[in-house]
């Protein structure tokens, strides 16, 4: 009797361990409800701000390996949930600077990034004035010279990017209007020691008159009189600084697959921000507090589905990177440093600031997201997800793909990092608004019906290419706009 009774109480057991789950029906894991109690926790106030190497990542860090171990989630990195990384960090100490002979002083005159200062000394008795239109592609010889360009809000940045290209020693940007903040005597983080063989400073437009050989400081019109070319100035920059070293860390988690073992998707965001200035903490709810808790939702819906029966073909990483605030560190060391194979990387799906709305949208606002990056690198890319939208109907914006986007979002988020070697991605992004990079980007802001509707549809085109068959073709160029 107790065999017969045993036979099918075995028989229900394995049968119901056989079944499997729909990706529509394990999404429904994906609330706003929970969203919101994962974005308090980590857009809090304990987490001040979430600056990368401060005691408020750690915790934002320590709050995500807590959850990801209570999903009875893997380790990612050889057993640890972290891929810890150390940043270095330059700080003046002290600046001098003649021109001429004639002292000047500094937040007064003249305007300096610690990591942009000479080592010790500068000394000169000659410039190069480059004008306004100075680019990479120009044919003036300015390699190991110091150059002086005229300023230009939106071009200012490529200035100095093409004189590092091209060799120069340095650029002097002339005001167009001083600064108004104090120079950044600490210098931003960088993932190699600083070597300072590049420098830059910004300065009053009574010092570039006298850079340019001006006895009196130049109107608007005379300094875009100016001639180009070599001018006869003898210049002294001293100063004093220190470099620091700072801990920082990627969190890192992974679902096991059974059957393709040695390939990998992945599902990142940045869970660093701004942190505290003046004691005002940056909650950075949207950005990225949002993609963060994204991801802690996405991978507590999969752990959900594995409990009845699922099993990914191929791995799914989970990953979340600090550092992209101070210029996508975290993700860039991953992609020098990767703890799996990135050409056995189906793709990176990038959630970064998923939470709001952008008040320009001219469609549906409270049924769209933008999606960057498809058009790049894989043709499978856009078939799935306008797939998986059949079921969202979702306004689909392509708009930030187009490479004379003035905005280069495709190029200021972590998925940046995977796509420069070359694995397909995708970007998901609700726009920008006018609590971005400011102390008001709360968790009261977030539409959390909105959100859940987003992150359902990330959920359900991972769970697509974790079941495919085969990775992603790889049949596309990057498409990388020109002066990169």
């Known amino acids: 009797m107790r065999k017969l009774l045993f036979l099918p109480v075995l028989l229900i057991c394995a049968l119901t361990q056989a079944q499997t789950i729909d990706a529509s029906t394990a999404a429904k894991a994906i609330t706003a409800a ?11 106030a304990e987490m001040q701000g979430r600056e990368t190497g401060t005691e408020g990542e750690r915790r934002a860090a320590a709050y995500l390996i807590s959850q990801y171990k209570k999903f009875k989630l893997k380790p990612g990195n050889n ?10 960090q330059d700080k003046v100490v002290s600046s001098e600077l003649k021109v001429n002979g004639e002292p000047y002083t500094l937040d007064k005159d003249y305007w300096v990034n610690a990591s942009n200062v000479p080592q010790k000394s500068l000394k000169t008795n000659a410039v190069i004035f480059v004008g306004n239109d100075f680019n990479d592609k120009s044919t003036v010889d300015v390699k190991g010279k110091l150059l002086v360009a005229t300023e230009n809000k939106e071009r200012s940045m490529m200035k100095i990017m093409a004189a590092q290209k091209l060799g120069a020693l340095g650029i002097i940007i002339i005001a167009n209007n001083n600064p108004t903040m104090a120079s950044n005597l600490t210098g931003r983080l960088s993932l190699t020691a600083p070597t300072a063989n590049f420098v830059s400073m910004t300065v ?9 050989g001006g006895s009196k400081d130049f109107s608007d019109q005379e300094l875009a009189d100016v001639p180009k070319g070599v001018y006869s100035t003898t210049i002294d920059w001293a100063t004093e600084r220190n470099t620091s070293e700072v801990p920082s860390a990627d969190v890192i988690t992974i679902l096991p697959s059974k059957e393709k073992t040695d390939e990998y998707l992945f599902i990142t965001s940045h869970y660093d921000h701004l942190g505290m200035k003046d004691g005002v903490i940056n909650y950075g709810a949207d950005d990225d507090g949002s993609g963060t808790t994204s991801v ?43 703890v799996y194979p990135l050409e056995k990387t189906t793709a990176d799906l990038n959630i970064d600031m998923v939470g709001r709305i ?23 890319l856009q078939p799935i997800t306008d797939k998986i939208n059949e079921h ?19 190029y200021r988020s972590d998925h940046f990092n995977f796509a420069a070697k070359g694995v397909p991605v995708i970007f998901y992004f609700n726009g920008t608004h006018r609590d971005y ?23 359900e085109t991972a769970w697509e290419m974790a079941m495919r068959e085969d990775m992603l073709k790889r049949d596309m160029p990057l498409n990388m706009p020109a002066g990169r």
């Open 358 to 380: 952008d008040p320009t949208y001219k469609g549906d606002s409270m049924n769209y997201v933008y999606v960057i990056g498809e058009d790049k690198l894989s043709s499978d």
């Open 79 to 88: 057993g640890a949930y972290t891929l810890p990384f150390k940043l270095y």
């Open 437 to 459: 990079h400011k102390p008001t980007d709360t968790v009261d802001k977030i539409n959390f019906d909105l959100m859940e509707k987003r992150v359902r549809m990330i959920f």
């Open 204 to 212: 009053t437009k009574s010092v570039g008159s006298r850079l340019l």
């Open 296 to 338: 802690v939702a996405i991978a507590n819906a999969f752990a959900e589905a594995t409990k009845k029966g699922f099993s990914p073909k191929r791995n799914i990483v989970f990953m979340n990177v600090s550092g992209e605030e101070k210029g996508l560190l975290g993700s860039r060391y991953y992609s020098e440093h990767p």
């Open 392 to 410: 969202y109907h979702m306004e689909l914006d392509r708009r930030f793909n187009d490479p004379k986007d003035i905005n280069r979002f495709y």
């Open 34 to 44: 929970g969203l919101k109690d994962h974005l308090s926790i980590i857009a809090g």
